[in-house]
Every structure is written in structure tokens, then in C-alpha cells.
């Protein structure tokens, strides 16, 4: 008898946590946007000046995809949105393991507005002559206020393409 209480207060106890647990009136709403890859830009193909073949090819990169996370910062009105981009690349005829640095963007856009753009590059080496090669960007780091409208916002990242390997990356879609 004395255990059948004991199991009684255990699992009342517990039902009585698990209730707080989800009192959300204590957590404030979050925010956060979408954050992806834009899929127009997410294949960089470089070849040699004048060389659009096969054998004029640096090198084939894709974005492999983004992930991270969307908290509250520390001065409890602004969104944290952390993340790190994947990338790989393929090491072509033209490049002789020579290392490279791919341009790439994060955007933050909102409906057609581009609200911000950021330019970086992230080195690739091809290690012991690999033919291809990953790496990843840096933690990125996007504050936002965290008010209603920042959900509809994207935070968007894609290789910065000059015109001429936006054309072929539109002529010949992500592998």
C-alpha cells in the first residue's frame, strides 16, 4: 500500500512538472524566418576565360545545404539566427589541385525587398591531389527583431554568379 502512494505522489508529481513544462505563457513567440539555399545559385560552374568546354573547367561546386538554429538573444527583443553552409567542389581538367576561393552570399529578403546583402568566399583545397573536396562556411550570424513580420522574411544564401555562369547554371540544372 505503501508503494501504490508512493508510485501515486511520483507520477502526480510528474504531471505536475510536465504541466509547467508547457505553460507557454512564460516563453515569449519566436519569430524566426526561413533560411535556405536559393536554388538558382546554388551550383557555380568556372571555366577558363573563353573556354566554356570541358576541358576549360576550374572547377564544379554545389551548396550542399544550410542548417543552424533561431533563438532569442540576449537582449530578449532581437532573433539569433545562426547557421553554416555546406559546400563541395569538384576539382576540373583546367585547375591542377590548385586551391580556390568560391563566392557566396547571404541575403535577407523580404517579399522582393533585398533588406541586406553580405559577400564572402570560402577557400577549397584539394588535399593530396583529391578530385573533390567539402568545407564549410564559418558560423554566420543574423539578428532580427522579434516581431511578427521577421517570419515572413528568408535569410538566403547562393554562390555570387557573374551574368555568364548564371545563363549556364540556368542551361544546365543542379546535378
Known sequence: MKQLVIKIFA??????????ADDDSAKPNLFCPNVAVLQQTSQLDAFLPSRPDVSGLITEALITGVAGSCDLAAKKQLLKVTFK???????????????????YFVSVVDGEQIASKSLYKIPISFEGNLSSAAA??????????????????????????????????????AR
Open 11 to 20: 507520477i502526480s508529481a510528474l504531471a505536475t512538472l510536465a504541466a509547467c
Open 85 to 103: 553552409i555546406g559546400f563541395d567542389a569538384s576539382n576540373g581538367p583546367a585547375n591542377h589541385f590548385e586551391p580556390l576561393e568560391l563566392p
Open 136 to 173: 564549410a562556411s564559418p558560423t554566420m550570424t543574423v539578428e532580427l527583431p522579434n516581431v511578427p513580420e521577421s517570419a515572413r522574411v528568408q535569410v538566403l544564401v547562393g554562390f555570387q554568379l557573374t551574368p555568364e555562369q548564371l545563363v549556364y547554371a540556368q542551361d544546365h540544372p
